[in-house]
């Protein structure tokens, strides 16, 4: 059974720094693209990064280029999103999700979530 | 920015009955649309890919369709578990979701 399971979130003064993982089973973690989804409060969902399966290629959403970093340890199973400058409007259930198909490079279609950790952002 | 919206934002029915959810972008996306359910207090679900491809272990009664800018999800017979809400999304340049359709029990 394919396993995602997210921790690190909480609450962080704007302008601080928080770094999510996500532990990741029941899948061969190394052949797979991963990526962080994240939902505003009451609000739709936002696609935040991606790192490729190799952790070679990283991709960014626009809103959080320069300020968060995604990473990846293919001998633990696990990948990192490490935010930094937080803003009042990065407060969401931040997902870590796998892609669809096994490839060195991503499909962007998202077809295991995790149960997602809270990151609240405020003063 | 590709912009989806989706239509109507909230869809009434009962079960048994059929549905359509539409997804119109503002450019061209190609088959590059997938579908999401999300139920409250879960992560959403993967349903449709590429348009049309069911994702594994999703019920025949969820078929989408579409090309271009125009999308559709369609259900042929509602079951008590489907009201939810559901997003489209696309990846033909970067990566963008639609605000959501609700769809609830009437």
């Known amino acids: 059974e394919v396993q995602l399971v997210e921790s690190g979130g909480g609450l962080v003064q704007p302008g601080g720094s928080l770094r999510l993982s996500c532990s990741a089973s029941g899948f061969t973690f190394s052949t797979y693209p991963v990526h962080w989804v994240r939902q505003a409060p009451g609000k739709g969902l936002e696609f935040v990064s991606t790192?490729?399966?190799?952790?070679?290629?990283?991709y960014y959403a626009d809103s959080v280029k320069g300020r968060f970093t995604i990473s990846r340890d293919n001998s633990k199973n696990t990948v990192f999103l490490q935010m930094s400058s937080l803003r009042t409007d990065d407060t969401a259930v931040y997902y870590c999700?796998?892609?669809?198909?096994?490839?060195?490079?991503?499909?962007?279609?998202?077809?295991?979530w995790g149960q997602g950790t809270l990151v609240t952002v405020s003063s | 920015e590709i912009v989806l919206t989706q239509s109507p934002a909230t869809l009434s029915l009962s079960p048994g009955e059929g549905a359509t959810l539409s997804c119109r972008a503002s450019?061209?996306?190609?088959?590059?649309v997938a579908w999401y359910q999300q139920k409250p207090g879960q992560a959403p679900r993967l349903l449709i890919y590429?348009?049309?491809n069911r994702a594994t272990g999703i019920p025949a009664r969820f078929s989408g369709s579409g090309s271009g800018t125009d999308f559709t999800l369609t259900f042929s017979s509602l079951e008590p578990e489907d009201f939810a809400v559901y997003y489209c999304q696309q990846r033909f340049n970067k990566i963008t979701f639609g605000q959501g359709t609700r769809l609830e029990i009437k």
């Open positions: 450019q061209s996306v190609s088959s590059y």
């Open positions: 790192v490729t399966s190799n952790g070679g290629s990283t």
């Open positions: 590429d348009a049309s």
């Open positions: 999700v796998k892609d669809l198909l096994p490839s060195e490079t991503y499909s962007h279609y998202f077809d295991y």
